[in-house]
């Protein structure tokens, strides 16, 4: 489902790289609304990182295609066989919708959940908690969750997880347990990290280059 060689940018140059990025398994890069504004293409943004191809391939399409091939069809993917389908994944979200977001919030979750093992069950009743949105271009695409079970007292309840953003850290930060610092970012419990004024400049930043915010 993903080969992990990814185009990023380094300077003015788009270099190609074969490392895989921490508690990622499957590709869940999310597309950018705008064009780049130096290379002037289409990209994805990976793990805070500009990225230049995507890692989930449409085998049906012309440039795809597999025609001469003794048995394309084992070349095909989940990916493949929802556009046969013809299965909308689409994500609307408040007021905009991202292509084919359900898919990739579905890859994200399946990151997630090897990412944050301990801590993606319910308190209450102990069932696996689900996705509730594609986050804003975060670090990673699920980090707001819930519970779906109709007997639990904490059905529906968000529940905010993800992993520490200092890097010699990586600990799992929890709504449920962690606080919220005067700005709103929760506080790391393991090394007390939560916001500077640097990370709300790389976030508007980003905002900016990604969605026009």
């Known amino acids: 489902m993903a080969n992990f060689t990814r185009n990023v940018i380094s300077g003015n140059q788009i270099i190609q790289i074969k ?16 064009i780049h504004n130096i290379f002037k293409k289409e990209f994805w943004w990976c793990c805070n990182q500009e ?15 597999h025609n001469n091939e003794e048995n394309p069809w ?14 909308d994944c689409d994500e609307h979200n408040g007021n905009y919708t991202i292509k084919d977001g359900d898919y990739y919030k579905f890859l994200g979750h399946i990151n997630a959940f090897n990412r944050l093992l301990e801590r993606l069950y319910c308190d209450e009743c102990h069932y696996l908690l689900y996705p509730i949105k594609t986050s804003n271009f975060a670090l990673y695409t699920d980090v707001n969750f819930h519970c779906i079970q109709d007997n639990c007292q904490q059905k529906s309840k ?32 393991n090394c007390g990290t939560c ?16 969605a026009g915010i």
């Open 51 to 65: 990225c230049f191809e995507n890692c989930v391939t449409n085998h049906l399409t012309i440039k795809c295609s």
């Open 74 to 87: 084992e070349k095909l993917t989940l990916f493949d066989f929802i556009k046969i389908l013809n299965i």
């Open 158 to 189: 968000e529940i905010y997880l993800t992993r520490c953003l200092n890097g010699e850290c990586k600990a799992i930060i929890d709504s449920r347990i962690s606080k919220l610092c005067e700005y709103g970012f929760y506080i790391c419990c």
């Open 19 to 34: 490392n895989i990025p921490f508690g990622i398994t499957y590709c869940e890069g999310r597309k950018s609304d705008k």
């Open 195 to 210: 916001c500077s004024e640097e990370v709300f400049k790389r976030r508007h930043e980003s905002l900016k280059k990604l």
